[in-house]
């Protein structure tokens, strides 16, 4: 009788472990399944802050790269309180209709590259569109680095509002392509249909050295040399690539005749969503990963003009000289119609 009570003593006290176990069982995988701190992106909370970053540059393109992995660490670090939604390829406009969303507050954040669709406001920021006025990439980054990226952030922030988380981020140094004929010297663009942005100094620019210039939207480009509505274009090699305009371009003629910096900004509205620690974070990062998207433009170009060498384009180098030499009436016309205090500054930091 002992032995049997016993044995059903030990019955129900194993049912009740067992059941016990059941019961808790969700709690212990939970645990074991958070993040260990490994260095993965923390998974962002249902009440996570999310910012919405635009910009009109396909996945491939190191901006929107670097914009990828500054969300692994804007979600790390701020344990999951801070998220970016981005939106590239063009799918909410182009760079002007960008800039006239994030004055609203629709957009939080603008990354855009080059000043172009700053120019109906400030249009004076066309001197980034003045052919030469930097003669190589090193000398654009230490102008910018030595005070002109400042002085411009202030002039956007003064007259539209917005908030420059960062300066350093790169369009770099553009170049000429067309189906036509390489480009060597300044009478190789005569007659040639070029497409640029609306902007009034890049279009007395290639007007002088005796272009077409075509104000086209970049979301259009592709179709439109397809089609031969334009001849060519100008742009950075990473832009290029990225739109894969060699499949529809014959010649790259490698002139660097204009250099884009790039700005990181930010809505009036988002600033006042944002705690001061929060904003502080957000700003640290815009700038690290600048430094980090010209560190992959420079990697990548050798690259880039290897590739569009494998896809069949034809590469050339231009004469400079010539270009600079012709080039000397658009910086007459800049100074009489904007001034020449930014063209003096932007000089003067060269030395």
């Known amino acids: 009788m002992k032995k049997a009570s016993s044995a059903l003593f030990a019955i129900v006290m194993i049912l009740c472990l067992l059941l016990a176990g ?5 709690g212990l995988n939970s645990t074991a399944a958070a993040p260990s701190g490994s260095g993965s992106a923390a998974p962002s909370s249902p009440e996570a802050k999310v910012i919405k970053i635009g910009s009109i540059y396909a996945d491939k393109h190191s901006a929107s790269i670097a914009v990828m992995e500054m969300k692994k660490e804007l979600e790390e670090r701020s344990n999951g309180a801070l998220t970016i939604d981005y939106y590239g390829n063009s799918v909410l406009g182009d ?10 507050g629709t957009l939080d954040v603008h990354m855009m590259l080059g ?9 004076e920021l066309g001197i980034e569109d003045l052919p030469f006025v930097f003669p190589d990439l090193e000398t654009a980054r230490k102008v910018y680095k030595s005070g002109f990226g400042e002085h411009v952030a202030k002039l956007v922030e003064d007259k539209l509002g917005l908030k420059i988380l960062a300066w350093n981020w790169e369009g770099g140094q553009r170049h000429f392509t067309n189906n036509t004929r390489p480009i060597v010297v300044p009478d190789d663009l005569k007659g040639l249909k070029m497409r640029v942005v609306q902007n009034e100094m890049r279009l007395k620019a290639l ?17 439109a040399l397809q089609q031969g509505t334009v001849d060519g274009e100008e742009n950075p090699l990473a832009t290029i690539d990225s739109a894969n305009l060699y499949e529809v371009q014959k010649y790259l003629s490698l002139c660097g005749y204009i250099y884009n910096s790039g700005f990181f900004e930010a809505s009036p509205a988002l600033i006042e969503r944002l705690t001061p620690d929060e ?35 034809q590469v050339n180098e231009c004469n400079i000289p010539a270009f600079v030499e012709a080039i000397q009436p658009a910086f007459d016309y800049y100074r009489q119609t904007y001034g020449g205090e930014l063209l003096d500054l932007a000089l003067s ?3």
């Open 349 to 351: 930091l060269q030395k």
């Open 207 to 223: 007007q002088v050295l005796g272009a077409n210039p075509i104000p086209m939207s970049f979301s259009e480009l592709y179709t």
């Open 115 to 123: 000043l172009s669709a700053y120019n109906q406001w400030l249009p």
């Open 95 to 104: 760079d002007a209709a960008l800039v006239q969303q994030t004055m609203a």
């Open 279 to 313: 904003l502080a974070l957000l700003t640290e990062l815009a700038v690290k990963y600048g430094d980090y998207q010209q560190k992959l433009n420079d990697e990548n170009n050798d690259k880039l003009l290897q590739i569009m060498k494998d896809k069949g384009m």
């Open 22 to 26: 059941c019961s808790g069982g969700s």
